[in-house]
């Protein structure tokens, strides 16, 4: 940082990476001289030609490793925003000293190659990967400038300002327009539509998510940054952010400690009144004073995420009502897991979900004359006992087999399945829960690239209009328009096939005193908010539960207005809750003014991000890497900075968008990780599972969620299967019942169920305790 300018182009790199490059080539610049040593039987194989080559090979290879050298040393002067003189000049002496040098190295090392040296077969094996190593320096260097190598500084694109303004926001979005379709079809191609791919989405759709990133990423040509600046950026975020975290750690303990010292103190003083009282008044007057408990509030309130929630209040497993949203949390994770099909099935079952399924398949498909169990398809008609309703399948329901095994279902508890994906078109199915007496729509989160795409359709849309056709309050409120989208499709293909009408209200419907609960995960959990929404009217006692909902969906005051009956949950860091346009647009311009506060190399910013603290506080890393807030000086990059921002206000300003802030649903419960035992297999552990995490379920606020907190887990928090099994785990350790499946499935019997209350499995009935155990359930 700044980018490199030489060669008449400014480079998609900065000149302190060099100093990376240099040091992985420095040992091997050595192990080619002593192969060039080893191969040449120390001169004494060559004629003339031969000899030459050596001193040549060892001269160029001396002179690589002193130029190297300098670009190390180069490299590790100044800050990130410091520009380096002497880079360039050293980056031209390569190039002019590289390319001859190193083409008339591989024709010569080739000529070698026909000499026998006296049959020694060492040296003759030594020579060819000498000059293998040559041709593939030549076309490993070609392919990464090729890659990097940015825009010449005579392009008029990338002029002034004002060529810059004469070019319009047109320009702008068509270009990302187009790197947004040929990504998709890029992705497509390389994962054989796998995961999407073959919907290309309608103009609009495409037009839309570039028109999000170009105003996201509008500078106006006036930002000079390189990608390992935006990392640099984020390693002096997460520095921050886990210093705050280890503060409100520390105050917790401490507020814990103040509060229980104020209930001992309260409870004296109270005696103390009392006895005193007595002692006044005989005791004829008896009667308890109780005094108020004094309060302590250590924290005042803060911009940062861990200021926030540092008095957050704990779930108490003492609690009943604590108790049974933990319950129905880890009852239907499993649900909202279950719809992600055979994909994830065998993503988390990598050696025995192949053997699983098909032994799955085969059991259902005794008695069944075809492969398929019918057309994917199609619809098993309503009459067919035993069949389950599902269109959009694969071969042999494979879908429907994964969805069933997932969830330790029944293939009657399967009321009806979508699988067909598009941009508008999402998967969901209708799941009967007997165990809870309740009618279960899942919706799927993002899986495929054309989910992508509705997630990145962040533009806001007036709910008025909806609002209206489904009957709750959506004046002057607004939400997420692709996740609208997708969930009025499916209320639509809801009404459609009649699947919740025919299951609980029309005449004769088997289930009419079922309890309606929509869930969702990630893509599905938004989905399944605004269906509560529109549900809501026709099934009162609704119930939704979003598990790791998306950040920027709703307005404040819906996202209050459905508290009454969406409880949403979040793991740990996970950033899908944290994104927002909001919270991108704080990330974007807390990662600039971290860049313009640092005041050591590039290079000691991201050693101190993977060595580690070592014991050392937070805040001294800080303090070491950083300039102060209020004492940064000036730079070319700082008025940079002032400038880019200027710049995303006028475009905010252009495009007269309504300045709203969208956050997730409902009542949250934030399960922060409280403790990490060390992992099995080392490091990776972190990732492939090895490590045991434990979480503390507490309660959260629609706003503290709308800052990214920069982790290693940030993504791995939001995949289904780690939320899924850790509130299972949760529920576990306060003793509740989160086994998944059906009451056969299960192995549930007469007097099992509601503590008592008996279920006959065969009639369907269920007695009074059941009853009320089951549907009273928060």
């Known amino acids: 940082m700044p980018s490199l300018k030489t060669l008449n182009r400014r480079w998609l790199f900065g000149g302190d990476e060099l100093q990376v490059v240099s040091l992985v080539l420095i040992p091997v610049r050595v192990i080619q001289v002593l192969l060039t040593f080893m191969g040449s039987g120390n001169g004494t194989c060559f004629d003339a030609v031969g000899t030459i080559w050596l001193a040549v090979t060892v001269a160029y290879y001396c002179v690589c490793v002193l130029l190297d050298l300098a670009t190390v040393y180069a490299a590790s002067i100044g800050t990130p925003t410091s520009p380096r003189q002497l880079i360039p000049n050293i980056v031209r002496l390569k190039a002019a000293f590289m390319t001859p040098v190193i ?108 028109r999000v990133l170009a105003d996201y990423f509008e500078d106006d040509g006036s930002l000079d940054i390189v990608p390992s600046d935006v990392v640099a950026g984020m390693v002096c975020l997460r520095h921050v952010q886990k210093s705050d975290e280890r503060i409100f750690r520390e105050q917790r303990m401490l507020s814990a400690e103040a509060r229980q010292n104020d209930r001992v103190i309260s409870e004296q003083i109270s005696d103390l009144q009392k006895q005193a009282f007595e002692d006044m008044t005989g005791d004829d007057a008896k009667k308890e004073s109780k005094g108020p408990t004094p309060t302590t509030d250590l924290f005042e309130k803060d911009k940062t995420y861990w200021h926030r929630v540092a008095n957050r209040d704990v779930l108490d497993p003492s609690n009943q009502d604590d108790r049974d949203v933990l319950e129905e949390a880890a009852r239907f994770s499993r649900h909202a897991l279950s719809i992600y099909t055979w994909m994830l099935y065998i993503f988390m079952h990598p050696i025995t979900g192949v053997p699983k399924l098909c032994g799955v398949r085969c059991c259902r498909m005794k008695g069944c004359g075809s492969c398929c169990g019918g057309d994917g398809d199609g619809e098993g008609s309503d009459g067919e006992e035993g069949r389950t309703r599902h269109t959009g399948d694969v071969c042999c329901s494979l879908h429907a087999t994964a969805l069933l095994a997932q969830a330790n279902l029944e293939e009657s508890e399967l009321a009806y399945a979508h699988f067909g994906n598009s941009i508008v078109e999402n998967p969901y199915c209708i799941i009967i829960d007997h165990k809870w007496k309740s009618v279960v729509l899942s919706v799927r989160g993002t899986l495929s690239l054309e989910d992508c795409i509705t997630d990145a359709l962040t533009e806001s849309v007036p709910l008025d209009e909806c ?7 959506g004046a002057g409120e607004y939400a997420h328009t692709g996740i609208l989208t997708s969930a009025e499709w499916i209320r639509n293909d809801l009404d459609k096939h009649r699947t919740l009408e025919k299951l609980m209200k029309d005449a ?57 009956f969406t409880t949403s949950f979040v793991l740990n860091t996970d950033i899908v809750p944290r994104l927002s346009v909001e919270s991108m647009e704080k990330f974007r311009n807390d990662v600039l003014d971290l860049i313009s506060r ?73 399960f922060i990780k409280t403790e990490e035992a060390k992992a099995y297999c080392g490091g990776c552990g972190k990732f492939c599972g090895g490590r045991d995490r434990e979480y503390t379920p507490m ?17 791995f928090d939001h995949f289904p299967d780690r939320v899924c099994v850790s509130i299972e785990r949760v529920a576990r350790s306060w003793d509740l019942d989160c086994e998944a499946g059906s009451l056969r499935a299960v192995g549930w019997g007469v007097g099992d169920v509601g503590g008592g209350g008996g279920v006959d499995i065969d009639s369907g009935e269920s007695s009074p305790q059941a009853e009320d155990s089951l549907l009273n359930k928060v």
């Open 103 to 210: 083409v008339v190295l591989c024709v010569a090392s080739i000529y070698c190659c026909t000499f026998h040296c006296g049959g020694n077969i060492v040296y003759r094996l030594m020579i060819p990967l000498i000059s293998l190593s040559q041709l593939g320096e030549v076309i490993a260097t070609s392919c990464c400038l090729y890659t990097l190598r940015g825009r010449r500084l005579d392009d008029p694109h990338l002029g002034t300002l004002g060529q810059r303004r004469r070019l319009g926001t047109e320009y702008l979005e068509s270009k990302w327009e187009k790197r947004c379709r040929f990504l998709c079809k890029c992705s497509g191609f390389f994962t054989c539509f796998l995961f999407g791919g073959n919907d290309s989405g309608e103009g609009n759709d495409f037009a839309m998510v570039a």
């Open 467 to 473: 609002g209206r056709k489904w009957g709750f309050d």
């Open 699 to 715: 309660w959260a606020h629609n706003d503290d969620f709308t800052e990214i907190q920069i982790s290693p887990s940030m993504a």
């Open 508 to 564: 004769g419907a088997p289930h009419p005193d079922y309890r309606l609960r929509v869930t969702g995960h990630s893509l599905g959990a938004g989905c399944a908010t605004f269906l509560a929404l529109m549900l809501k009217r026709e099934y009162p006692d609704l119930r939704c539960l979003p598990y790791s909902p998306p950040g920027g969906l709703v307005t404040m005051k819906t996202a209050k207005a459905v508290a009454p």
């Open 598 to 670: 640092i005041k050591v190399s590039k290079m000691d910013v991201l050693k101190s991000a993977v060595l580690g603290s070592g014991g050392t506080d937070r805040l001294h890393i800080i303090d070491d890497i950083l300039h102060p807030r209020d004492a940064v000086p000036d730079s070319e990059f700082k008025e940079q900075v002032k400038r880019f921002k200027d710049v995303q206000r006028k475009v905010k300003e252009d495009r007269g968008a309504p300045a709203v802030s969208l956050y997730p649903p409902g009542r949250i419960v934030h």
